[in-house]
């Protein structure tokens, strides 16, 4: 068979099987679950890929499932992601009684990755490829719940926070070299995609300030105010903001979590969280230090203490351009569009943990259309079934069917042309140098 006929046999499976595309991501949106809970959103995925001809594993970063097809051809292997794990926003119509809601839009992502593995391994089409797929549905993204987490680390369920970090961990990439994915958000009239998405990474800080306690009326002189080194700690921050470059798209966020205890004694422990985002992963270590230098600051000028517990969130995403061409080119050809009906980058202060894997290897990451709304917000809604869960299911397949085509050589090119920032073993050990504890003294 030729590519075009392929990608045709694609298409018309995909068409055959809407209904239940459609309904497994109705099914995950009716019961959302935070990420590393996502047992029965897992079994809803396992059960769709059942019957799929392929390897089927669960429990591949403590939950989420996948199945592989074609191992034993020689060529590239590209993956399909869909993540699992759902937002908290109490006030949607649709939430649950935890608060729970896939107002980030990660069920469409399942149909679309579940729509694509229907088109690719239920026609057939795979036999004709040359290299192996994967249809992956992965946990934890959202990068919340962080107290349920830390007790999964503590028990030694899982390493990091992230799905695709503890995913890789577990040595899930090791035979990956390309992967695609795609996200909801809502555009406006005329625009039907975002093709190439580079995003902020950001680091986290734990921060308590130790001061001395005494009556804040008989004696403030003999204590030392930790709720005063934090707010000189902010102030400082605030000073450092005019140093970081526009194009750098710095943001540092914070939060007191806990800013003392009675109003009569002076604070002597003061914790804060701080967000430090940044484009790059070099403005990323540099605002960090600058952050680091102010909350040091803060202590000696008080003569208190400063425990900084540092480590990385995710870091930046810089997706593949040529894989965006090739997305885009489907689009254009499946729909008639035109330039004008796509948004080429979007530059995004915001983060994922696929960033972390676009270091590594080349990534898709799209924006469809077919929702409105915020995205983690009470107004996300699902707007159009058809653009939302089947279109980016027959794109992303049909990108996947080009990648592999003709002795795989799109794919072979695209992997050529890319440039790893790290490998797997540097990457890891670059997690595990930024987890580090500072603490500055200059209590007498």
Same mark, same amino acid.
């Given at each position: 068979?030729?590519?075009?006929?392929?990608?045709?046999?694609?298409?018309?499976?995909?068409?055959?099987?809407?209904? %239940?595309?459609?309904?497994?991501?109705?099914?995950?949106?009716?019961?959302?679950?935070?990420?590393?809970?996502?047992?029965?959103?897992?079994?809803?995925?396992?059960?769709?890929?059942?019957?799929?001809?392929?390897?089927?594993?669960?429990?591949?970063?403590?939950?989420?499932?996948?199945?592989?097809?074609?191992? %034993?051809?020689?060529?590239?292997?590209?993956?399909?992601?869909?993540?699992?794990?759902?937002?908290?926003?109490?006030?949607?119509?649709?939430?649950? %009684?935890?608060?729970?809601?896939?107002? $980030?839009?990660?069920?469409?992502?399942?149909?679309?990755?579940?729509?694509?593995?229907?088109?690719?391994?239920?026609?057939?089409?795979?036999?004709?490829?040359?290299?192996?797929?994967?249809?992956?549905?992965?946990?934890?993204?959202?990068?919340?719940?962080?107290?349920?987490?830390?007790?999964?680390?503590?028990?030694?369920?899982?390493?990091?926070?992230?799905?695709?970090?503890?995913?890789?961990?577990?040595?899930?990439?090791?035979?990956?070299?390309?992967?695609?994915? $795609?996200?909801?958000?809502?555009?406006?009239?005329?625009?039907?995609?975002?093709?190439?998405?580079?995003?902020?990474?950001?680091?986290?800080?734990?921060?308590?300030?130790?001061?001395?306690?005494?009556?804040?009326?008989?004696?403030?002189?003999?204590?030392?105010?930790?709720?005063?080194?934090?707010?000189?700690?902010?102030?400082?921050?605030?000073?450092?903001?005019?140093?970081?470059?526009?194009?750098?798209?710095?943001?540092?966020?914070?939060?007191?979590?806990?800013?003392? =205890?009675?109003?009569?004694?002076?604070?002597?422990?003061?914790?804060?969280?701080?967000?430090?985002?940044?484009?790059?992963?070099?403005?990323?270590?540099?605002a960090n230090k600058k952050v680091n230098r102010a909350l040091q600051a803060a202590a000696l000028a008080l003569g208190g203490k400063v425990e900084i517990k540092?480590?990385?969130?995710?870091?930046?995403?810089?997706?593949?351009?040529?894989?965006?061409?090739?997305?885009?080119?489907?689009?254009?050809?499946?729909?008639n569009l035109t330039d004008d009906n796509f948004i080429m980058e979007y530059k995004t202060a915001g983060s994922t943990d696929l960033g972390d894997i676009s270091q590594i290897m080349p990534c898709?990451?799209?924006?469809?259309?077919?929702?409105?709304?915020?995205?983690?917000?009470?107004?996300?809604?699902?707007?159009?079934?058809?653009?939302?869960?089947?279109?980016?299911?027959?794109?992303?397949?049909?990108?996947?069917?080009?990648?592999?085509?003709? =002795?795989?050589?799109?794919?072979?090119?695209?992997?050529?042309?890319?440039?790893?920032?790290?490998?797997?073993?540097?990457?890891?050990?670059?997690?595990?140098?930024?987890?580090?504890?500072?603490?500055?003294?200059?209590?007498?």
């Amino acid at each position: 068979m030729n590519k075009r006929e392929l990608k045709e046999l694609c298409i018309k499976t995909i068409d055959e099987n809407r209904d %239940e595309i459609i309904r497994i991501g109705n099914e995950i949106y009716k019961n959302p679950e935070l990420g590393y809970k996502e047992f029965k959103s897992t079994e809803i995925v396992k059960k769709a890929m059942e019957n799929l001809e392929g390897r089927l594993e669960t429990e591949i970063a403590y939950t989420g499932c996948k199945i592989v097809a074609n191992e %034993e051809k020689q060529g590239p292997r590209v993956a399909i992601i869909g993540e699992l794990d759902s937002v908290i926003c109490a006030d949607h119509k649709d939430a649950n %009684e935890l608060g729970n809601i896939h107002a $980030c839009g990660h069920n469409v992502q399942i149909a679309n990755m579940i729509g694509a593995a229907f088109g690719i391994l239920k026609s057939g089409v795979f036999k004709h490829l040359d290299g192996s797929m994967e249809f992956i549905a992965i946990p934890a993204e959202e990068c919340v719940d962080y107290e349920y987490r830390a007790q999964l680390q503590k028990e030694n369920k899982i390493k990091y926070i992230g799905g695709k970090q503890e995913y890789l961990y577990r040595n899930g990439f090791d035979d990956t070299d390309i992967i695609l994915q $795609c996200h909801m958000i809502g555009l406006e009239e005329g625009k039907e995609c975002i093709i190439n998405t580079d995003t902020n990474g950001f680091m986290t800080k734990m921060v308590t300030f130790i001061g001395k306690s005494s009556h804040a009326g008989f004696a403030p002189h003999e204590g030392i105010n930790a709720l005063n080194m934090a707010e000189l700690a902010m102030n400082n921050i605030n000073a450092q903001r005019e140093t970081f470059k526009d194009e750098d798209k710095v943001r540092v966020s914070m939060v007191i979590s806990n800013g003392g =205890d009675l109003v009569n004694v002076v604070p002597s422990k003061v914790t804060m969280e701080i967000m430090v985002r940044a484009f790059s992963i070099d403005a990323m270590i540099d605002a960090n230090k600058k952050v680091n230098r102010a909350l040091q600051a803060a202590a000696l000028a008080l003569g208190g203490k400063v425990e900084i517990k540092d480590s990385i969130g995710y870091l930046p995403m810089k997706g593949d351009r040529n894989l965006g061409d090739i997305y885009k080119e489907n689009m254009m050809e499946y729909l008639n569009l035109t330039d004008d009906n796509f948004i080429m980058e979007y530059k995004t202060a915001g983060s994922t943990d696929l960033g972390d894997i676009s270091q590594i290897m080349p990534c898709l990451h799209i924006w469809s259309n077919g929702i409105t709304g915020g995205l983690h917000t009470e107004d996300y809604k699902m707007r159009d079934e058809e653009k939302a869960y089947i279109l980016p299911a027959k794109m992303l397949a049909l990108s996947l069917i080009d990648l592999l085509y003709d =002795d795989a050589k799109q794919a072979k090119d695209v992997i050529k042309e890319f440039k790893p920032f790290f490998t797997k073993e540097e990457y890891l050990k670059f997690l595990e140098d930024y987890v580090a504890t500072h603490e500055f003294n200059y209590i007498d």
